[in-house]
């Protein structure tokens, strides 16, 4: 499984963003696809999850992200979203997509077998 991020740049907090990941998975719809972050200097972080129907129908986020950011997918164009509002310079990260055997609950990356190469997100005033 091949994952393609894209969307990341540079905003100003209270500005939005949407993030795109491509894959190129025959069974898609069955993975459970997640979106991790990496500020410099800190340990990857969980941001939000989507299950598949392997996995459960479910979402998961982070609290800090809680009724700001939205995940999405599309199975027919296999991608998966983040759509991210009212951005705050805390948001700055490298954004990762991810895929896994796994259920919507599981926030450990560990769990995510296949990753994106990942997108730069600056929110800056």
């Known amino acids: 499984v091949q994952l393609q991020a894209s969307g990341g740049g540079s905003v100003q907090p209270g500005e939005s963003l949407r993030l795109s990941c491509a894959a190129n998975a025959d069974s898609f719809s069955r993975y459970t696809l997640a979106w991790f972050r990496q500020a410099p200097g800190k340990e990857r972080e969980f941001v939000a999850t989507i299950g598949g129907t392997w996995g459960g129908v479910g979402f998961d986020y982070v609290e800090s992200v809680k009724d700001r950011f939205t995940i999405s997918r599309d199975n027919v164009k296999r991608s998966v979203f983040l759509e991210m509002s009212a951005l705050k310079p805390e948001d700055t990260a490298v954004y990762y997509c991810?895929?896994?055997?796994?259920?919507?609950?599981?926030?450990?990356?560990?769990?995510?077998?296949?990753w994106g190469q990942g997108t730069q997100v600056t929110v800056s005033s």
């Open positions: 991810a895929a896994g055997w796994t259920r919507w609950t599981q926030r450990d990356h560990r769990d995510y077998a296949y």
